[in-house]
């Protein structure tokens, strides 16, 4: 069990720009030059409002990681025990150990794994995280090995947990314009929760063509709600105007991308977050959702290929919500209705046609969000 409270994680945070992924290949490097054997260290996430444990990051030896995979925690008993009673366990043989493998125990036998050291994250009371250490033979675990892991498992435990409190930080933050544009806008109820639950379930199906990594995934998931923090620079008679925008108007409202990106970089800069690899997915998701692949989106008028993948992830997540929802000023479409209007969109080379087509393509999984966040 570990609990983290150390300046001089602090300091690595400043040091690692490259995620915590970087960080977690550079500490295994240092535990295999003392101990060859440990052969793979991962950290997985997770979120007590959904009970799911979800990979995020992890250096192997061989490169094979376990990406995109999420289990509720309380499906899974061994781990469970683990956080009710706040230790750690050593498995000396994996073959032998579990009857009943789950899904990552099956996994960790396909690649060799033989034996594993399993501990928890809490920040508080509260579980974050685990983190698992591997090897592919048995009995890698002894008393020297784990005194020795359990330093460098407080490391990383810091520094996940500092980056944790640095991204509340920073919503919170943001969640203030936020709240203030949800309250002007006309986009009502959960629409924020809904959109960035299509967009996570659209940036997870692309992570294996699009080389989005799990921590990039979790980003986009994030920060989609943030897309139109801008609004709250947007006066009230032409934000909540119930008509259509005549033409200056329609220029003032477009001016709400640039407020946007202008108000994300003073809260990077105050929280001294402007190199974080998070804030790039704040400033693509900001500032590119209103781009269309045809050109005739803005700020810019990018073409396709130039528009950030994340972009594209969210406007495809905010214009299907906007469709399969009412609104003051339409009815909700049926589902028929709004895959078709999708597909027209990818025909005319506005939507990313591979984003139209892992939305479609997740059929429960929508209409589970939709039951879920329904307003």
């Known amino acids: 069990m570990i609990q983290a409270s150390s300046t001089w994680a602090l300091h690595q945070l400043e040091v690692e720009k490259s995620g915590l992924a970087g960080r977690l290949r550079s500490l295994h490097g240092i535990i295999q030059a003392r101990f060859p054997a440990i052969s793979r260290m991962a950290l997985a996430l997770y979120d007590p409002v959904s009970d799911a444990l979800k990979t995020f990051a992890s250096s192997n030896e061989d490169g094979e990681a376990l990406q995109r995979y999420e289990a509720?925690?309380?499906?899974?008993?061994?781990?469970?025990?683990?956080?009710?009673?706040?230790?750690?366990?050593?498995?000396?043989?994996?073959?032998?150990?579990?009857?009943?493998?789950?899904?990552?125990?099956?996994?960790?036998?396909?690649?060799?794994?033989?034996?594993?050291?399993?501990?928890?994250?809490?920040s508080g009371h509260e579980l974050a995280a685990f983190l698992f250490f591997d090897a592919k033979e048995v009995n890698a675990f002894g008393p020297e090995?784990?005194?020795?892991?359990?330093?460098?498992?407080?490391?990383?435990?810091?520094?996940?947990?500092?980056?944790?409190a640095a991204v509340n930080t920073l919503v919170g933050a943001v969640d203030i314009a936020t709240g203030l544009a949800r309250i002007r806008d006309v986009e009502t109820g959960l629409h924020l929760e809904r959109m960035a639950s299509y967009a996570r379930?659209?940036?997870?199906?692309?992570?294996?063509?699009?080389?989005?990594?799990?921590?990039?995934?979790?980003?986009?998931?994030?920060?989609?709600?943030?897309?139109?923090?801008?609004?709250?620079?947007?006066?009230?008679?032409?934000?909540?105007?119930?008509?259509?925008?005549?033409?200056?108007?329609?220029?003032?409202?477009?001016?709400?991308?640039?407020?946007g990106l202008e108000l994300v970089e003073h809260i990077l800069a105050d929280l001294g977050l402007q190199d974080d690899p998070m804030a790039r997915t704040m400033r693509e998701v900001v500032g590119g959702?209103?781009?269309?692949?045809?050109?005739?989106?803005?700020?810019?008028?990018?073409?396709?290929?130039?528009?950030?993948?994340?972009?594209?992830?969210?406007?495809?997540?905010?214009?299907?919500?906007?469709?399969?929802?009412?609104?003051?000023?339409?009815?909700?479409?049926?589902?028929?209705?709004?895959?078709?209007?999708?597909?027209?969109?990818?025909a005319a080379g506005?939507?990313?046609?591979?984003?139209?087509?892992?939305?479609?393509?997740?059929?429960a999984a929508r209409a589970d969000i939709r039951r879920r966040l329904a307003d």
């Open 72 to 122: 509720r925690l309380s499906e899974v008993p061994s781990l469970l025990q683990l956080k009710n009673e706040r230790r750690t366990r050593v498995v000396q043989d994996i073959e032998a150990s579990f009857s009943h493998p789950t899904a990552h125990t099956a996994w960790l036998r396909g690649q060799q794994y033989r034996s594993s050291y399993t501990l928890p994250i809490f």
């Open 145 to 164: 090995v784990t005194g020795f892991l359990d330093i460098f498992a407080d490391i990383v435990s810091q520094l996940y947990l500092l980056r944790l």
């Open 201 to 259: 379930l659209v940036a997870k199906s692309l992570a294996p063509s699009h080389g989005l990594s799990d921590e990039q995934v979790e980003y986009v998931h994030l920060f989609a709600p943030l897309h139109d923090i801008g609004k709250v620079g947007i006066p009230d008679r032409i934000l909540l105007k119930p008509g259509r925008l005549d033409a200056e108007e329609y220029a003032h409202m477009k001016r709400h991308v640039q407020i």
């Open 289 to 346: 959702h209103h781009e269309r692949g045809d050109g005739s989106g803005y700020p810019l008028g990018l073409r396709m290929a130039e528009i950030p993948l994340v972009a594209r992830i969210v406007a495809v997540a905010d214009v299907y919500d906007a469709l399969s929802t009412e609104r003051p000023y339409k009815p909700r479409w049926s589902e028929a209705d709004c895959l078709a209007e999708l597909q027209r969109e990818v």
């Open 350 to 363: 506005r939507l990313d046609a591979d984003c139209v087509a892992a939305l479609v393509a997740a059929e």
